[in-house]
């Protein structure tokens, strides 16, 4: 069993600063068979296992019209990752900055997973596609696209105005 907290050869971390600049609210939990960061795969696949997404009882509202999309957007809070390295040497070697990394390892725990939405059960969502560990705190739902997003036309690599060729807005 690995060691998540040890830091490994050509790891840099650093203190975190004092202050804090945002307040978040969990809105549910997510249950998944993955007990230890071992058991979690690198990431998730819309053929994983059928997880469940339990949203708290002051959201259920807000869940209203969920059932009509295939596939969501979770964000969620890693809450057992360490916040403090700045560079990292994943299992494959060679040393990277944490923001260069899809690593839960970073200053501020959010991960983004896309799934696939499998069903609706009252306030509780059945989906694939989780790669976090069971009890993760929920922060968002977003519809992975819906009618009320605009969908730029994909410019080639090097098109457009923004980082690294895609558009921006």
């Keep these: 069993m690995m060691d998540w907290q040890a830091t490994r050869p050509g790891e840099t971390e650093a203190p975190l600063p004092d202050r804090a600049d945002a307040r978040l609210v969990f809105i549910g939990r997510i249950r998944t068979p993955f007990a230890t960061r071992d058991d979690c795969p690198r990431q998730g696949r819309q053929d994983g296992p059928l997880c469940r997404v339990e949203i708290d009882a002051y959201w259920h509202a807000a869940l209203k019209g969920i059932e009509d999309f295939a596939e969501l957007d979770l964000l969620y809070w890693m809450h057992e990752a360490r916040r403090d390295l700045l560079t990292q040497t994943p299992r494959g070697g060679g040393t990277l900055g944490t923001f260069a990394l899809r690593s839960p390892v970073r ?11 499998e069903s609706v059960q009252g306030a509780t969502l ?44």
């Design 107 to 117: 200053p501020n725990p959010i991960a983004l997973s896309w799934v696939k939405l």
């Design 126 to 169: 059945l989906v694939r596609g989780l790669d976090c560990l069971d009890g993760t705190p929920l922060l968002d739902i977003k519809p992975h696209r819906c009618s009320q997003s605009q969908v730029p036309s994909s410019p080639s690599c090097g098109e457009g105005s923004g980082i690294g060729g895609r558009t921006i807005g």
